[in-house]
């Protein structure tokens, strides 16, 4: 297993993520083909696209990526923005923003999320990170605390009755 940090998907790698994105669309709540794009913040009331999944990852290939690779297959991938400016937080914070996170089912349980954070945090030291999920995502949130990232924001019910958005950063001193 390999780890890569790219600003511009070949067509290869966009292939793979796009087929690691629709097999784990379900698994994310709410699904990502309900939602318009990486950065939406209305989750539950607005309308979902009739394009499915395509809307949702037509935003997320322009963003940099982190890939786990085995040989010319990918993996795992981390989507994120370099020096976004999330402004969900009070002060807003400028970070790389982690939109997205996938890893193929066979591959997972190998530590391959947490490498993928660690070689975004080699790859641009100095920098605070941040993402957000749900509450109830307890593999993501265990792998945010090891790492180093701390709550920052919780929005109460946003993903539907007891499903909490929860924001995590990591500072760049971390």
Known sequence: MFYQLTYDLSETERSGVSALLS???????????????????????????????????????????????????VCGFLSFIPDHLLDALTPPLRCDYVSTIVVDPACRGRGITAE????LFSARPGHSAATRTWSQNHAHLAILRRLGFALALTLADDRGPGIDTVYYIRTADA
């Open 23 to 73: 097999a784990a669309d379900h698994e994310f709540v709410p699904p990502l083909s309900a939602r318009r794009g990486t950065t939406q913040k209305d989750l539950l009331t607005a309308a979902a696209p009739a394009d499915g999944i395509a809307a949702y990852f037509a935003q997320l290939a322009g963003q940099a990526c982190v890939l786990a690779m085995e040989e010319s297959r």
């Open 116 to 119: 993928m954070y660690r070689t």
